[in-house]
Nanobody, 116 residues
Framework: QVQLVESGGGLVQPGGSLRLSCAAS????????MSWYRQTPGKERELVAT????????SYVDSVEGRFTISRDNAKSTVYLQMNSLKTEDTAVYYC?????????WGQGTQVTVSS
């Protein structure tokens, strides 16, 4: 059974930091391209960051470039999203995604709220 389990969300003040984690099981983690998405009510899910299988290549949506960092530890089957200088507009449910060809798996999501 494939599981992607996110953790690390919560309430933080503007300018603060959070680190999200996504632990995978039931898949050969190192074969999957991993991504973080986010979604707010009434909007489509947005791709935030992606990391290649080895971690050697990353990409970000423009709005988080320079503030967020995606990384992975294949030995731990875990992908991370370090979020710094958080803004109120970063408030969303954050989802972990693993993709291998046409196969795609999602976590259940973790809420991030940026508010004073």
């Amino acid at each position: 059974q494939v599981q992607l389990v996110e953790s690390g969300g919560g309430l933080v003040q503007p300018g603060g930091s959070l680190r999200l984690s996504c632990a995978a099981s039931g898949i050969t983690f190192s074969m999957y391209v991993m991504s973080w998405y986010r979604q707010t009510p009434g909007k489509e899910r947005e791709l935030v960051a992606t990391i290649s299988r080895t971690g050697g290549s990353t990409s970000y949506v423009d709005s988080v470039e320079g503030r967020f960092t995606i990384s992975r530890d294949n030995a731990k089957s875990t992908v991370y999203l370090q979020m710094n200088s958080l803004k109120t507009e970063d408030t969303a449910v954050y989802y972990c995604n693993g993709r291998l060809g046409i196969l795609a798996y999602w976590g259940q999501g973790t809420q991030v709220t940026v508010s004073s």
